[in-house]
């Protein structure tokens, strides 16, 4: 039994790794294409309605960005939600919330 536990918390740490590396490649990628697409962090912050320091620390990785989030930021930037999760190109996919409401990548 002792070993299950360890077994479950070694992977509960190496899931909790992964979350953490792939928000901070979420923070980078969106930083990537506002800047390419010449926009400032207050545009960012007008077109989403979220202050210029949550998308900063977004950015920075001091903070992990709910699902919510990085959609209403993937319509502000005009992009596809999959190009924050290198997944251009590859097929497309629906994220259905408890609303029922869709959102497509």
């Not at 800047?35 to 992990?64: C, M, P, W």
């Not at 596809?80 to 097929?91: A, T, Y």
């Amino acid at each position: 039994a002792k070993e299950v536990g360890r077994e479950i918390a070694e992977k509960g740490r190496e899931t909790g790794q992964a979350l953490k590396e792939g928000s901070k490649e979420v923070g980078e990628k969106i930083k990537e294409l506002r800047e390419s697409q010449g926009l400032s962090l207050k545009d960012v912050a007008d077109r989403t309605g979220f202050s210029t320091a949550y998308l900063s620390q977004l950015e920075n990785h001091l903070i992990s960005p709910p699902l919510g989030a990085i959609t209403t930021i993937a319509r502000a930037l005009n992009i596809e939600i999959g190009r924050l999760f290198n997944q251009v190109g590859k097929s497309p996919f629906t994220i259905v919330r408890r609303e029922g409401t869709r959102v497509r990548g």
